[in-house]
């Protein structure tokens, strides 16, 4: 049980480093005012703000993630883990969606708060250093309410956001022999694992990053819905995809990859077996790379 927790949380620490920055250009793209747009596209973005705030501009916020995220993905895949190795049948592909969706649910209680504090650090919409001063001072104006504004629409998000993840990633895995799975096919499943995921419900997390993110423009996450669509049209449930795909798909290979590797280690796996008849050259290679790489993320983190 222990060993998905920590497993969570090293993927997930990972994932944020390398994603972080364009998840600050999907932020910024979303909750831009349509009528007087900042922001041309992904690259203007993302130049615009290197420009302007230099390479600190990009991972502005990341501190809530990365010790956030590293607790929620270590909540993600202990729940996934346990839930999914507890079901009747637990190899089918429904039991995957099961697990994730359940695993996704609980974890929201967390993303939430959290994704607050991050959203509103990367648009600028608060003076306050880091985000924690900032979910402080939305606790001393709001209170608790404020603080999980946004929490049924993060749950809405959640459930299906994971289910989809898991399953995907479980069904571009299986494979008809005993063969282990390689690091590559382990990269390629999980990023596209992410982008399905994202790709199903992008639409919901645009709603709810304005609903957070303008607590005196819109009552409820239904009134963002239908004051978004009738002032901007189907098109802005969809604003800022692009940079949301483009980095689904690295962060998400990386998280998988590095959370099947430190189980592997920490399950005291011999590694020479694991590379016996591998799928390719490039495979083999990979895998290799990866077993020195892991090894060494494991002994500094531990």
Not at 182 to 206: E, F, H, K, N
Request: charged content about 15%; hydrophobic content about 40%; aromatic content about 8%.
């Amino acid at each position: 049980m222990a060993l998905d927790f920590l497993a969570g949380c090293i993927g997930g620490s990972a994932g944020v480093l390398i994603g972080h920055p364009l998840d600050t250009v999907k932020v910024c793209i979303q909750t831009q005012d349509s009528n007087n747009p900042r922001y041309r596209g992904t690259l203007h973005c993302l130049q615009s703000i290197c420009t302007q705030q230099g390479f600190k501009g990009i991972y502005r916020g990341v501190t809530s993630p990365l010790f956030g995220v590293a607790g929620i993905n270590a909540i993600v895949f202990g729940i996934y883990g346990n839930t999914q190795r507890h079901m009747q049948n637990p190899d089918l592909l429904i039991s995957h969606a099961i697990a994730g969706g359940t695993a996704g649910l609980v974890q929201s209680f967390i993303c939430s708060p959290i994704e607050l504090a991050k959203s509103t650090m990367q648009v600028g919409n608060t003076s306050h250093q880091n985000p924690l001063d900032c979910l402080k001072s939305i606790y001393q104006k709001n209170g608790l309410k404020g603080v999980y504004r946004g929490l049924n629409i993060t749950i809405l998000r959640e459930i299906p956001a994971f289910g989809s993840y898991f399953m995907a990633y479980e069904l571009l895995t299986r494979r008809n022999d005993d063969l282990p799975v390689s690091t590559c096919t382990m990269l390629w499943a999980g990023g596209l694992a992410g982008v399905i995921s994202w790709i199903l419900i992008y639409p919901i997390d645009v709603i709810k990053s304005r609903f957070q993110l303008e607590p005196s423009l819109y009552k409820s996450s239904y009134d963002c819905l239908t004051k978004s669509v009738n002032s901007e049209g189907v098109s802005c449930l969809f604003r800022g995809l692009l940079p949301t795909v483009i980095r689904a798909f690295p962060v998400n290979a990386v998280t998988f990859t590095v959370v099947t590797w430190t189980m592997k280690l920490l399950d005291d796996i011999r590694f020479p077996q694991s590379l016996k008849r591998p799928e390719n050259p490039l495979g083999k290679y990979a895998d290799a790379v990866m077993i020195g790489s892991a090894e060494h993320l494991l002994m500094t983190v531990l």
